[in-house]
């Protein structure tokens, strides 16, 4: 992968499940196109297509100019720190660049188009019109909530969760434990976002924001 990098290829084509989709974004990151044939046993990432014949007639339809748009779509892989302790839990690792048909994709969330763009920027600004200065605001990962960290002008993880209070980064990157000390004794508010092309808003890749941390927050204080 990291070869096929160097030589500018205009798209990468790999067969496997989510192991190999996430060795391909440790290798390529969003540098270039991706588009993953759905070959192996775990298929929790977005960045494949519905089957094989789908990925065939995209990556041509890609390369001939035909399919323009391309997404940011989710690697996710089982966390393995989990499995050992016998829960089944998926993780998001990154974003890889997909080309984007609809009825050739695996289910998608986020989008480079112009429209989507569009509307990321003003979910983006109708959140952070309503933010109050005095509340702690807990920024779930993804590109939707990286939106709102663009329109306050921080710099935000992607796949990590971050604190924002005053306009201003508190903490980047925080696990639970971090989370339970910041909120302590504070008005705070959790902004998350679908993770993983499924449907999911917590407990898959945001781990962080547990039970825990979300009964000191308070359920009517989530903002999706």
């Known amino acids: 992968a990291r070869e096929m990098l160097r030589l500018k290829v205009n798209l990468l084509l ?7 989709a996430r060795d391909v974004y440790h290798a390529v990151g969003e540098d270039i196109p991706v588009l993953g044939i759905p070959a192996g ?8 297509a519905t089957n094989p014949s789908s990925a065939g007639e995209l990556a041509a339809s890609y390369l001939r100019g035909r399919v323009a748009a391309l997404r940011a ?22 974003y890889l660049k997909v080309p984007f048909r609809r009825r050739l994709v695996q289910s998608l969330k986020v989008a480079s188009g112009p429209g989507e763009r569009a509307s990321l920027e003003a979910i983006a600004y109708d ?6 200065d005095d509340c702690l605001y807990i920024i779930g990962p993804g590109t939707t909530t ?12 992607l796949i990590g969760v971050d604190v924002v209070a005053g306009g201003e980064l508190v903490a980047s990157d ?6 339970l000390d910041l909120v302590e004794g504070r008005s705070a508010k959790i902004v ?3 993770i993983g092309g499924q449907g999911c808003i917590l407990g898959r890749g ?8 979300i009964k000191k927050v308070g359920r009517d204080n989530v903002i999706v």
């Open 14 to 20: 790999f067969a496997g499940g989510d192991g190999t």
């Open 41 to 48: 046993v775990k298929i929790h990432s977005a960045v494949f």
């Open 73 to 94: 779509a989710e690697v996710m892989d089982v966390d393995e720190e989990a499995f050992r302790e016998g829960i089944v839990s998926a993780k998001l690792y990154g």
């Open 127 to 132: 959140v952070v019109d309503r933010m109050e």
């Open 146 to 157: 990286r939106a709102i960290a663009s329109r306050l002008g921080l710099n935000k993880t």
């Open 174 to 179: 925080v696990n639970e434990s971090q989370l």
């Open 192 to 194: 998350v976002t679908p």
């Open 206 to 213: 945001n781990q962080q924001i547990s039970p825990e941390v």
